[in-house]
Nanobody
Framework: QVQLVESGGGLVQAGGSRRLSCAASGRTFSNYAMGWFRQAPGKEREFVAAITWSGASTFYTDSAKGRFTISRDNPKNTVYLQMNNLKPEDTAVYYC?????????????????WGQGTQVTVSS
């Protein structure tokens, strides 16, 4: 089992920045690729970004490219999502997730463990 706890959400003005953190415990963190997803009210949970177990490769949805950066610190068992130039449409609950890497990294179904989520609200 891997336990994931997100933090760093809150209210931010459009154009501002926010850094989300996800602390992992349980099985060896560095064995897992990590992803961030988000879910806005009335919408499905969607992929935002992912990072391989070593941090050597990162992946982003088109709306996140150039604004968001995913990173990880394996000794600290933590993955981060730095979000810059936030827009009202980024408002959502953000979830981190862990995958053993057996499926497409952008698909929800590929992930084995999920956190409880942290709310990010961007005001216009």
């Amino acid at each position: 089992q891997v336990q994931l706890v997100e933090s760093g959400g809150g209210l931010v003005q459009a154009g501002g920045s926010r850094r989300l953190s996800c602390a992992a415990s349980g099985r060896t963190f560095s064995n897992y690729a990590m992803g961030w997803f988000r879910q806005a009210p009335g919408k499905e949970r969607e992929f935002v970004a992912a990072i391989t177990w070593s941090g050597a490769s990162t992946f982003y949805t088109d709306s996140a490219k150039g604004r968001f950066t995913i990173s990880r610190d394996n000794p600290k068992n933590t993955v981060y999502l730095q979000m810059n130039n936030l827009k009202p449409e980024d408002t959502a609950v953000y979830y981190c997730a862990a995958t053993a890497g057996l499926g497409p990294i952008s698909r929800r179904e590929s992930y084995d463990y999920w956190g409880q989520g942290t709310q990010v609200t961007v005001s216009s």
